[in-house]
């Protein structure tokens, strides 16, 4: 049978009885293990152009300059986070989602936009300032009735 020391009287690690702790790193828990590498930077960064692309679909270039980076930033952070050389998978998806979503909503508002300046004046601007053949004062004149028909052009009652 073996004896126990009494209460107080243990030994410490490494002394009498205890082998001292194998050196080396140990493996974290299975739920808070993190990849190795980059960590979620590269996640992060899609979610927030996918967020800012969002916000800036409306001013279409925002809307398409962030969209554009944020997919590219997303699908590279998707990969590295399925390679498990990089973490934050569904940061990084939610990113991609998003980038897409305001890339889509900025070129359907432009196509509107466009479709809406073109059935107001704009095809004939471009007709007139294309004939005017770089003469200042004719391109000018142009302008001047494109804006005229805008201040003409009467806005939807509610």
């Known amino acids: 049978m073996t004896e126990y020391p009494p209460p107080g009287q243990y030994p410490s690690p490494g002394q ?83 980038a897409a979503l305001g890339l889509i909503a900025a070129i359907a508002l432009g196509v509107v936009e466009g479709m809406w300046i073109v059935d107001h004046g704009g095809r004939t601007y471009w007709d007139c300032a294309q004939q005017a053949n770089g003469d200042q004062a004719k391109v000018q004149k142009c302008a001047d009735q494109f804006r005229s028909s805008f201040e003409n052009t009467p806005t939807p009652s509610r």
Do not use: C, H
């Open 16 to 98: 009498g009885g205890y082998p001292p702790p194998p050196p080396g790193d140990y493996p974290a828990p299975p739920g808070e293990q993190r990849p190795q590498g980059q960590g979620r930077g590269l996640a992060i960064t899609a979610l927030v152009l996918g967020i800012l692309a969002i916000i800036s679909s409306p001013t279409l270039v925002g809307g398409v300059l962030f969209g554009l980076l944020g997919l590219i930033f997303g699908i590279i952070a998707v990969v590295k986070a399925r390679r498990g050389t990089a973490g934050g998978g569904a940061m990084a998806w939610v990113g991609l989602a998003l």
